[in-house]
């Protein structure tokens, strides 16, 4: 099994240095430069999506929907990955990256994924709450995430909040999330 792996993106702000622990997804204020910021080079596809997100006018974002036809039994397993995904939650961070890892196959896209992952009974009741766990299941389940994705997670970092999108090949797929820019990456996963 290829697992997702993480990619610490740690950066000065404020007199101190900021980064997400890839173990438990909390974010760290370091006194000083932390030993992992010494990184040389990082891999291809993270510096594509950091220059997306450093520069956004550059982004591919195409503000239609692109819902595909699934059959009911993929429905099914969708809404049973789903549920899993939200059952193991942020509290298990390493267990949900785990969990992502381990791909089920059902849209040859990002873009369709979070399309239908959006109309999802917990992604209406509470979209804003649960971006990690939809980048996560759209890293699971889209074909093009394998090949081409980077799942961020980033930190407004004057005021703590956190919040996870996804770059593929200069664009961000979820048609719905435009918050993304707001955040500063402090975390990358990739396979």
Known sequence: ??????V?????YDNYWWSISPITGSLIRHQHKPDFAHLKRLPENVSSALNICENPFNCNWDPSSIRPSLLPEQRIK???MNSRIHLISN?????????????TPLFN???????????LPE???????HCFQRSLL???SAVSFRRNGVLLIGASLASAEMHSW???????PDHEDRNWINFQPLLALTF
């Open 109 to 119: 896209t990002s873009r369709e994924a979070f399309a239908e992952i959006a109309t």
């Open 1 to 6: 099994m290829l697992a997702l792996k993480a």
């Open 78 to 80: 969708l809404e049973r």
């Open 8 to 12: 610490r993106l740690p950066v000065q």
């Open 91 to 103: 509290r298990r961070f390493w267990l949900s990256i785990m969990y992502a890892s381990i791909t």
């Open 166 to 172: 996804i770059i593929e090949s200069e664009s961000q």
């Open 138 to 140: 759209v890293a699971k």
């Open 123 to 129: 992604q209406i009741r509470a979209r804003a709450d």
